[in-house]
């Protein structure tokens, strides 16, 4: 009787730990133990957030930070890695890409092992459907020009920039597709930087890919904008300046 017991108890314990290993540890943040030499703007850059999030989420004031402190990093979950995964496959899971993972995990290479938990992009937030009528492509290449022009600001911020592509796509001045306004050109001028310099071509990073899910859902805080700008870097006789000004978010002018 006993060891009958004990093999239902293990079959049980396994089919456990198969349904866990599908789910993700913590939604919607996690709790990072500082460590010697840690800063806040390391911790940031590690984990694709800002000093400002980390902060605020922790409930700390100053940019003092100790070892063996608790810190709580928002939009950040873990994931148990399961037979079989390979980086490439929880990547595409979670919206994310091989090298932010990498950046998260401080992983050398590519090399992951069942039973091991990794952090990753909060999967509730990721895995939010965009609104009929986009695809797939359209999520990539939104949040692609999302993280070349807004890499840096707050998640607002980078929401702002997609939600200005999304207005011009439903505006019958521009192309009627995100890849198409993206890539429109005007008197053989790319209508955004990103374009120009290639750094398009760059792989989203993982708030971006969030910002792309938001903006896709409806969400504008531009008030309608169709253009946005940096006044530190425009000159003042850009024509863009002329534009009614709808909000300010971060270091972007938005406006229409």
């Known amino acids: ?32 133990r500082v460590r010697s030499g840690d800063t806040l703007w390391g ?10 999030e980390i902060k605020k989420a922790s409930g700390i004031t100053g940019d003092t930070i100790h070892p063996g402190q608790q810190l709580t990093v928002p939009g950040i979950s873990q994931y148990r890695v399961v037979s079989g995964d390979t980086l490439w496959q929880i990547a595409k899971k979670f919206n994310t890409t091989i090298y932010l993972l990498q950046k998260m995990n401080e992983l050398p290479g590519s090399q992951i092992y069942a039973g091991q938990f990794l952090y990753v992009p909060d999967k509730s937030e990721a895995n939010t459907p965009p609104v009929s009528g986009y695809s797939n492509a359209d999520v ?9 022009e807004a890499r840096g600001e707050s998640q607002l911020g980078q929401i702002a920039v997609g939600a200005v592509i999304l207005n011009r796509v439903n505006n019958p001045n521009f192309p009627d597709t995100v890849k198409g306004v993206i890539f429109q050109y005007t008197y053989g001028i790319p209508q955004f930087s ?11 990073t993982a708030t971006a890919v969030k910002a792309a899910y938001s903006a896709l859902s409806g969400y504008d805080p531009t008030c ?3 253009y946005f700008y940096n006044p530190q870097l ?4 850009n024509w863009v300046r002329s534009r009614p000004v709808t909000v300010v978010i971060g270091n972007h002018v938005f406006a229409k």
């Open 194 to 204: 990103p374009v120009e310099d290639g750094s398009i071509y760059s792989d989203p």
């Open 224 to 226: 309608g904008a169709l």
């Open 1 to 32: 009787m006993r060891k009958i017991t004990k093999t239902v108890l293990s079959a049980i314990l396994t089919i456990i730990l198969a349904v866990a290993s599908t789910l993700t540890a913590w939604a919607g943040a996690i709790s990072y």
């Open 43 to 52: 911790i940031a850059n590690r984990f694709d957030a800002t000093v400002t």
């Open 234 to 237: 425009t000159s003042y006789h």
């Open 140 to 148: 990539y290449w939104l949040a692609r020009i999302i993280s070349a």
